[in-house]
């Protein structure tokens, strides 16, 4: 939920039945549980848009990564990555989960079969592929320096409001992947099933 550069006055988002409040930048922190978050943003001119709603599933971490983490890092069960530095490769294995907000990761981003993947308000410096998650992938306001490809995931696939200084490719997601209405900044070619993205 990060604005795009000179294209919006600013964004807000409400928690479940909360008031609108302003998006400051940094991650907005939910309990455990299934919450909804509402975004919406205004233009210069004062427009308002439609808001538009996520439903957030978050579950526990069992594995929870604030402060600096050198080398490789493999999320078995639920890890949380939490304004966290990975100086290395994370590989999300077969069932596990991965919620990464407000971190650096210094390094390629791998899942096969995962059971969620989740990136908000990140830096990735490598590339990011999730393929045959079972629960969804969301990447939002962050910036890729790499390629992104998504493939054969199920359940729900949001990419909005990233920069993607690579290629973004998708294909095989069930349903197709959706930007919410906020676009991302692409700079490399965007196909398949995030050509519109």
């Not at 919450?35 to 996520?54: C, F, I, S």
């Amino acid at each position: 939920m990060r604005k795009a550069p000179g294209s919006e006055h600013g964004l807000e988002y409400a928690l479940d039945n909360g008031a609108w409040t302003a998006y400051a930048g940094q991650p907005v922190a939910v309990g455990n549980g299934t919450h909804q978050l509402r975004y919406r943003a205004t233009d210069n001119a004062g427009n308002v848009e439609t808001a538009k709603a996520l439903t957030l599933n978050v579950a526990t971490c069992t594995t929870t990564v604030t402060g600096l983490h050198n080398g490789p890092l493999t999320a078995n069960g639920v890890v949380c990555l939490t304004g966290a530095t990975i100086n290395g490769p994370i590989s999300v294995r077969d069932g596990a989960v991965l919620i990464a907000t407000g971190s650096s990761i210094r390094g390629p981003v791998f899942a096969s079969a995962a059971l969620r993947v989740t990136l908000v308000d990140d830096n990735v410096h490598g590339p990011v592929s999730v393929s045959g998650t079972t629960g969804g992938v969301t990447i939002i306001g962050t910036v890729v320096t790499g390629p992104v490809s998504l493939t054969d995931n199920k359940g729900t696939v949001v990419v909005s409001t990233n920069t993607i200084n690579g290629p973004l490719f998708c294909t095989g997601n069930s349903p197709a992947p959706t930007d919410n209405g906020t676009a991302n900044t692409v700079h490399g070619p965007a196909a398949g099933q995030c050509a519109g993205l």
